[in-house]
């Protein structure tokens, strides 16, 4: 094959570091004005209702004697004032949505420049090499990366190995290691080769690659509304049905009463005040920002619903290997069999383990050829490998003569037919007990020794889970390894239960128990062999170092190949939870507040002595009934952007109970609610009343008053 020039000068497109999104404040202003589109508006009902009453009072003040019978007690400054403060109700929660909007699309700009101009080296079928354009490759062809060049999409490792560059995605400095066999096969397009040369086979077309999930993901383009979400907008459109039955029924006992008329705009002003329309206005602030958070922690989640899902999760299923420990176990110690010479046992290892790409095998290999064991040289096509399988949990070489030399756990060769020396059994059963994994090698069923492996548990991880079990979630380690081993490890890192020997069907088997008790279950892995049960979790976080099969079946993959970053998960999933139930408590006592406002102040006309029961309700002392409406109006309107910044980032979490939560939240944000709304409310209707009083506002009201009806000129 020729090699190729370099590819075009926008091929070395390139950006060593995620930038910071920048919001652009004219594009969101902007968007909070197209948002008035009634298409737009419809998807959200709480708010829906508000736009329509707005637009509904915009033509009764503009054009009052055109419907008689509705523009009773017609005041056009009053009128006026209603109107506009509805206008800035929606446009409020407009600017909320789009402000977290506009984050989104500004972080998948800066991911859009990563693969800007990309282009890649295609090896055709007969070995010649050509530039292509990203837009041709197909799933299944073969594109050659060198040093120094972008990979060009989403692909796995099929021979070489290179150091790669994943700052442009992750943020992190560090290179990684990925090379062909094993686990650590699978690359991402825009990532960048800094040492060796790869050929990969392409693993997704442009399009739908991680990267442009991404980039979808963050700009919220199809957004559904989460299972709560959805939940939670049905209760506020019951909630909203009631209260407009409540309000025509209260608009009818006046009437019946002839005590006050009821004018339309203060119908209206009562109905939008007692409506949850503060979090009707920022529920979907709140979603788009979960999702956003999410994707800022370097996870690409398929959908809302699962990162809604990891707040509500109840089991933990954590494998042991890449998540509870370092990862990669170590060849430690070499035990041999009594009778056998060390360097025969180290023969033995060398040659099984020299064909064995995963990184137990090569790990062995290292330290048999440190102990200098001898090399025996095998023809290519004299012999046959056999693979380590979850089932056989063995594997070696066949050589041309029919001998054969195996490692695989104690149990495996006891099956196979190989005889263990009870010294060797004890051996292996005091490794255990420490929380090393022995492996047993044999020659001809003849057992020669034993390899120690050890797993290291990863630092700060029993806080971490100690912090899920503050949380009510209970964690389970999955390992293939034996029980001894396995227990060893649970108690070093605090799980609260673990499974020993489990194969890959022994995880799909303990998430459907799990869920058949009505439990949500969360699961890590990053092999093949994890596939289907990623795909059954509820929650299924998979490595993007990981195989495609599994980063297909998870719902989640992350970027920064850290398994613990569920932990990171499930606190974003259980802070987007907390922020709605926060918001929305907050929004039902500010309507115990507006309440006591707003009915006082419509029977405040007729007097005490017509109604001597109402003054009691007058809480807030409000004297004037038009200035107490607006106040709570107006109140109702500007508490939504002052919100924004909370609904947006989030509400602080700390690991704790749901009892604590439920009392934090009901303290802070249930009485916070209603003190603030009492306050707020008297503070604005003092300004106004003040404001009323200066010469400027009495001309404006003149004019207003001269200028309106317009259908009456």
């Not at 933990?316 to 370092?326: A, Y």
């Not at 095998?378 to 003569?401: C, N, Q």
């Amino acid at each position: 094959m020729r090699d190729l020039p370099g590819p075009p000068s926008a091929a070395g497109a390139h950006v060593s570091v995620r930038r910071r999104p920048h919001t652009s404040w004219r594009r969101v202003l902007g968007d909070s004005f197209r948002m008035f589109s009634p298409r737009r508006e419809f998807r959200h009902p709480v708010m829906f209702c508000v736009y329509v009453l707005f637009l509904f009072l915009v033509v009764l003040t503009l054009f009052p004697y055109a419907f008689p019978d509705v523009a009773r007690g017609y005041d056009p400054g009053y009128y006026l004032s209603v109107t506009v403060i509805l206008f800035f109700t929606v446009w409020f929660a407009n600017l909320g949505e789009a402000i977290a909007e506009a984050q989104g699309r500004a972080q998948a700009d800066s991911l859009r420049e990563i693969r800007s101009g990309v282009r890649a080296r295609q090896i055709l079928p007969d070995g010649q090499a050509r530039w292509v354009a990203c837009d041709v490759l197909r799933i299944g062809d073969t594109v050659e990366v060198q040093p120094g060049e972008p990979v060009p999409i989403d692909g796995d490792i099929v021979a070489g190995a290179a150091l790669i560059d994943e700052s442009m995605m992750t943020g992190e400095s560090e290179a990684v290691v990925r090379e062909s066999g094993g686990d650590k096969t699978s690359v991402l397009g825009g990532t960048r080769v800094l040492q060796g040369t790869v050929r990969m086979r392409v693993t997704a077309v442009r399009g739908e690659s991680f990267l442009d999930r991404l980039i979808r993901l963050v700009e919220g383009q199809g957004r559904e509304p989460t299972p709560n979400e959805l939940a939670l907008g049905v209760l506020l459109y019951a909630f909203t049905i009631a209260l407009f039955t409540v309000v025509v029924t209260f608009v009818y006992l006046a009437d019946f009463t002839n005590i006050v008329v009821v004018s339309v705009a203060t119908i209206v002003a009562l109905f939008v005040c007692l409506m949850p329309t503060t979090i009707g206005a920022l529920l979907p602030a709140i979603g788009i920002s979960g999702i956003n958070r999410v994707a800022r922690a370097n996870v690409i989640a398929k959908s809302g619903k699962a990162v809604e899902a990891a707040g509500d999760l109840d089991v933990l299923i954590l494998d042991k290997t890449g998540t509870i420990t370092i990862g990669n176990r170590l060849a430690v110690q070499f035990v041999p069999a009594p009778g056998v010479p060390m360097p025969e046992l180290l023969e033995a290892a060398l040659l099984c383990s020299s064909v064995d790409e995963t990184p137990e095998g090569k790990s062995i290999a290292r330290l048999a050829a440190r102990h200098g064991a001898p090399v025996r040289r095998v023809e290519i096509g004299s012999f046959k490998v056999l693979p380590f399988t979850a089932e056989r949990r063995m594997s070696g070489i066949v050589l041309s003569d029919g001998s054969e030399v195996y490692k695989g756990s104690l149990q495996a060769m006891e099956t196979y037919g190989a005889v263990l020396p009870l010294d060797l059994r004890r051996a292996g059963a005091e490794a255990s007990r420490a929380g090393m994994t022995p492996l047993a090698i044999s020659r001809q069923k003849k057992a020669l020794g034993i390899v120690l492996l050890k797993d290291i548990v990863k630092p700060g991880i029993k806080d971490r889970i100690r912090e899920l079990r503050t949380m009510g979630i209970r964690t389970v380690m999955c390992t293939g390894d034996n029980r001894l081993t396995a227990a060893a490890i649970a108690r070093e890192s605090g799980v609260d239960d673990f499974v020993a020997e489990a194969k890959p069907e022994t995880k799909l088997t303990l998430i459907q128990a799990e869920k058949a008790e009505g439990r949500l279950v969360a699961m890590t892995g990053d092999g093949t062999n994890d596939a289907p049960a990623l795909a059954r979790a509820d929650v299924g976080l998979s490595m993007n170092s990981g195989t495609s099969a599994a980063k297909e079946a998870g719902n989640m993959v992350d970027l920064d190949n850290d398994p613990t970053k569920i932990i990171e998960v499930v606190s974003i999933g259980k802070q987007l939870l907390i922020t709605r139930g926060a918001l929305t408590t907050f929004s039902i006592t500010n309507d115990v507040a507006k309440y006591f406002a707003i009915i006082p102040a419509i029977f405040i006309a007729a007097g005490s002595a017509a109604l001597p029961g109402i003054a009691f309700l007058n809480l807030m002392g409000l004297s004037d009934p038009e200035l107490a409406i607006l106040s709570a109006l107006l109140f109702n309107a500007v508490v939504i952007p002052l919100l924004i910044p909370l609904a947006i980032a989030g509400v602080p979490f700390r690991p704790s109970s749901a009892i604590d939560l439920l009392r934090r939240n009901l303290v802070l944000y249930g009485v916070g609610g209603l003190v603030t709304a009492f306050v707020g409310i008297k503070l604005i209707y003092l300004l106004l009343a003040w404001l009323a009083t200066l010469p400027i506002v009495q001309a404006a009201g003149v004019f207003v008053a001269h200028a309106l009806p317009l259908g009456g000129l």
